[in-house]
T-cell receptor, first 115, second 111 residues
Framework: QQQVKQSPQSLIVQKGGISIINCAYENTAFDYFPWYQQFPGKGPALLIAIRPDVSEKKEGRFTISFNKSAKQFSLHIMDSQPGDSATYFCAASLDNSGGYNKLIFGAGTRLAVHP | DVKVTQSSRYLVKRTGEKVFLECVQDMDHENMFWYRQDPGLGLRLIYFSYDVKMKEKGDIPEGYSVSREKKERFSLILESASTNQTSMYLC??????????FGPGTRLLVL
């Protein structure tokens, strides 16, 4: 019930195309859903995050779509660029009364954007 | 800018050795975390700490211990390294209930 399932494992997109990465979760108590981006040789960095009170959040070319009833959320990268080539992780957490967000991560998606 | 630094980028150790991985953050964050990252498995939480001298087990604590004597420093200890602990180790820190900031990682090879 604590798992977050992410797909696809890898994705190849042409420059200018749309990249879509999907995640599903089981625990309905999760209330914070971030996406992290990781470039080779670097640690992951927060890209965008959403809470379940909204169905969509957009920041520039990056959009999270959230479907509470289906327990799914997805990352859309519009006008994908070679510089977006990275590994993307979805995550979910349960806000803890102690104040720390214990994140449950998906397995990751390696995105390659070809020029 | 938040900075999380890890003591080594690459480490090679032998089976049975005691291994120390150090992590330091410079933003006075309460929470610190240790993850391991393996292909196809994502990031898995080993231990976390929400205050000095406080620690909680994560999802895969077996074979590991941690120490947090100062707020800015969180150490991961492999008491007796084994080959199945070959992995990328990532440290992170956060304020209460907010974004986690990650270090660059330590790639550990146990021979």
């Amino acid at each position: 019930q604590q798992q977050v399932k992410q797909s696809p494992q890898s994705l190849i997109v042409q420059k200018g195309g749309i990249s879509i990465i999907n995640c599903a979760y089981e625990n309905t108590a999760f209330d914070y859903f971030p996406w992290y981006q990781q470039f080779p040789g670097k640690g992951p960095a927060l890209l965008i995050a959403i809470r379940p009170d909204v169905s969509e959040k957009k920041e520039g070319r990056f959009t999270i779509s959230f479907n509470k009833s289906a327990k799914q959320f997805s990352l859309h990268i519009m006008d994908s660029q070679p510089g977006d080539s990275a590994t993307y992780f979805c995550a979910a957490s349960l806000d803890n009364s102690g104040g720390y967000n214990k994140l449950i991560f998906g397995a990751g998606t390696r995105l390659a954007v070809h020029p | 800018d938040v900075k999380v630094t890890q003591s080594s980028r690459y480490l090679v150790k032998r089976t049975g050795e005691k291994v120390f991985l150090e992590c330091v953050q410079d933003m006075d964050h309460e929470n610190m975390f240790w993850y391991r990252q393996d292909p196809g498995l994502g990031l898995r939480l080993i231990y976390f700490s929400y205050d000095v001298k406080m620690k909680e087990k994560g999802d895969i604590p077996e074979g590991y211990s941690v120490s947090r004597e100062k707020k800015e420093r969180f150490s991961l200890i492999l008491e007796s390294a084994s080959t199945n602990q070959t992995s990328m180790y990532l440290c992170a820190s956060s304020l209460l209930g907010t974004e986690q900031y990650f270090g660059p990682g330590t790639r550990l090879l146990v021979l």
